[in-house]
């Protein structure tokens, strides 16, 4: 009772604050508004396409160094330990960082924040750029980089419902949600691609020669040499066997980090000149309506049992689709598959994620059946990964991509349905806040599944180890998937006056 009093008040104050706004805009810029006085306007796609483009460009950045790890130690002459770390980096990032991110966007707006984010991941782009020379030191340049790009991600991991909140009426919202969260994948599948084509591709072409460890050559072979024996006496030559004797492969990290650090550069110059905080009008009711301080918001996170119940049951589904996304070209190899049949899965569990999310959308945003759908999508899940591990042997890949791909087009909709369903219940809280608590769920189940799982495998693990690793991410499936079902905050959902039910 308590809490709905506190969101009269604040109804009725906005009330009065949208009424005036409205008087001023429509004295310099008549706009035709309905008969409730909320209007969408045109320019919103616009908004989403720029908000969609920035998130990509800093996802992109996530993975760039994890399909070639290999490579990437020996360029840069550093242990093989400290390649992985550079994907751990945004996990690891995310937890103190979504503090400040969230406080930005509640004091300074969504235009501040998400340029905050473009300008982060541009300026760490350009310093890994800097450092795609192969020496050691180098590498010190692209982990600084690595660390503002992961710095970057708040600020466009919790943005999604507050776009959607400001610009979008709800009819759409969900949908936009949909649409603007979904391009952090895609950016993360780009970002996995584009290293195969400027680097790992050359190894594919050009096999490396017959190595015979009893023979010595010159001590001049730099980390990308090889002692080719075929030849007398021995002689150094690349490993890849892309850029002759010079071994340097300086173009390839150099184009590579190029491409990453102009795309972003591009997005934030758009966002500073085009992209607005929120509309001439507003489109809803709820995106009038002033929200509760940050540090209301944040205790609120902590002591409202509904929104508690959400994060865990968000947080540890999160966690294992990361963790899938981290181990899968290590389990599949465990069955005798290849890289390239591990980036085909990797491509489905993205690519069927897009497609389910895009009909996710409009079906949540014209039904509101928020609950029902995260059930269903959790349980569906939950199955069809317990039968890809089952199935998981040597001889059976085509049903392995079909049972791949069927997870993400489960799973991935979990995403915009957990963010949507977060913004409702912790409502009069900034969406952004309660956004970004719950990716730091996942990241809090995501670093202890990773470790563990990862620990386990090792560099080559054994099919029976790589199945008990896909047992305890099973298992953890079937934990969130309960945990959505004791969720049932059914009283103080429809507080917003924009969505009925959730049921």
């Not at 009330?15 to 409730?36: G, Q, T, Y």
């Not at 390649?83 to 969504?110: D, E, I, M, N, R």
């Not at 660390?147 to 600020?155: K, M, S, V």
């Not at 004797?245 to 184009?255: I, K, Q, R, S, V």
Request: glycine share 8%; hydrophobic share 45%; aromatic share 12%.
């Amino acid at each position: 009772e308590k809490k709905r009093s506190y969101v009269s008040d604040i109804r009725e104050h906005s009330l009065d604050r949208m009424r005036e706004e409205s008087r001023k805009r429509d004295s310099v810029a008549p706009v035709h508004l309905n008969v409730d006085g909320f209007s969408v306007e045109k320019k919103r796609w616009a908004i989403l396409f720029l908000f969609c483009f920035g998130s990509f460009t800093n996802a992109a950045t996530w993975i760039t160094y994890a399909s070639v790890d290999e490579i990437t130690y020996r360029y840069y002459d550093i242990p093989p330990f400290l390649p992985p770390y550079l994907s751990l980096l945004f996990l690891f990032a995310y937890l103190p960082c979504f503090f400040v991110a969230s406080q930005t966007f509640s004091k300074k707006g969504l235009k501040f924040g998400v340029v905050c984010g473009g300008l982060l991941t541009t300026a760490g782009s350009a310093l890994r750029c800097l450092g795609s020379w192969p020496h050691p030191a180098a590498f010190a340049a692209v982990f600084i980089g690595q660390t503002l790009n992961a710095f970057g991600q708040p600020f466009f991991m919790g943005a999604p419902t507050m776009l959607a909140e400001t610009w979008f009426a709800p009819s759409q919202r969900t949908l936009a949600t949909t649409i603007s969260s979904m391009f952090n994948p895609l950016g993360s599948a780009f970002g996995q691609v584009l290293p195969s084509l400027l680097i790992a591709v050359p190894m594919y072409l050009f096999p490396a020669p017959t190595i015979n460890e009893t023979t010595s050559c010159p001590n001049n072979c730099s980390s990308f040499g090889i002692c080719n024996t075929t030849l007398v006496p021995p002689t150094c030559e690349c490993w890849d066997g892309w850029y002759g004797e010079t071994c340097d492969g300086y173009p390839n990290f150099f184009l590579l980090t190029l491409v990453e650090a102009v795309l972003p550069l591009i997005s934030t110059i758009l966002l500073i000149l085009f992209f607005k905080s929120k509309p001439d009008h507003f489109p809803s009711l709820s995106a009038s309506e002033m929200r509760i301080p940050f540090k209301e918001a944040l205790k609120s996170c902590f002591t409202d049992r509904h929104f508690v119940l959400l994060a865990l049951t968000f947080g540890l589904g999160l966690g294992v689709f990361n963790s899938i996304s981290t181990i899968l070209g290590i389990v599949v190899g465990s069955a005798g598959y290849g890289d390239s049949d591990a980036g085909l899965f990797g491509a489905l569990l993205i690519g069927l994620g897009l497609v389910g999310a895009g009909i996710a959308g409009p079906v949540i945003d014209k039904t509101k059946k928020y609950k029902l759908l995260l059930r269903l999508y959790l349980v569906l899940s939950s199955v069809i990964f317990t039968v890809f591990t089952l199935l998981l042997e040597p001889g059976r890949y085509n049903i392995l991509a079909v049972l791949m791909a069927l997870v993400g087009f489960f799973a991935t909709p979990i995403l915009p349905i957990c963010l949507e369903l977060g913004a409702e219940v912790a409502f009069p809280m900034e969406e952004t806040t309660s956004s970004n608590f719950l990716m730091a769920s996942g990241q809090v189940f995501g670093i202890p599944l990773i470790v563990v799982t990862s620990s386990m495998l090792g560099a080559s693990p054994t099919l029976a180890e790589a199945k008990i690793a896909l047992w305890i991410l099973s298992g953890s499936v079937y934990v969130s998937t309960v945990l959505s079902f004791v969720f049932n905050a059914s009283e103080p959902t429809w507080l917003k006056g924009d969505t009925q039910h959730l049921m």
